[in-house]
């Protein structure tokens, strides 16, 4: 059955505002530790897609133990917190310069 869209936009807002709290990570239900694999599927899961290759190069401390590095979730979960705080917003479409035309070229060429 569909759902009647809400005559007030602040319905819409509440409900966003839920589901983004809810789509937030609880280190309660996470592993205390998890190798580069398990931590690039949760990086990817809450915050952005990322390999198990390039948590290689972040500032984490990994413990080596039955040949597998690992580390801390939290301190996975904060540093991927930063970065994505860090990362500059931009937005999309098309720029004035992107839509002005130019003239044919003398030589008759496009």
């Not at 869209?5 to 409900?15: C, H, K, M, V, Y």
């Not at 949760?42 to 290689?56: D, I, K, N």
């Not at 972040?58 to 690992?70: D, F, I, K, P």
Request: proline share 8%; aromatic share 8%; net charge positive.
């Amino acid at each position: 059955m569909l759902t009647p869209f809400p005559d007030n936009p602040e319905t819409l807002i509440r409900a966003a505002g839920k589901a983004a709290v809810a789509a937030a990570p609880d280190l309660c239900t996470l592993p205390r530790r998890v190798d580069r694999r398990t931590g690039a599927k949760l990086v990817a899961r809450y915050f952005f897609p990322v390999s198990h290759r390039t948590l290689e190069a972040w500032s984490l401390t990994w413990r080596h133990v039955n040949g597998y590095a690992v580390c801390e979730t939290a301190e996975l979960l904060a540093e991927a917190q930063r970065r994505f705080d860090a990362a500059p917003p931009i937005r999309g479409g098309k720029t004035r310069a992107a839509t002005r035309t130019f003239p044919h070229r003398a030589d008759g060429l496009a």
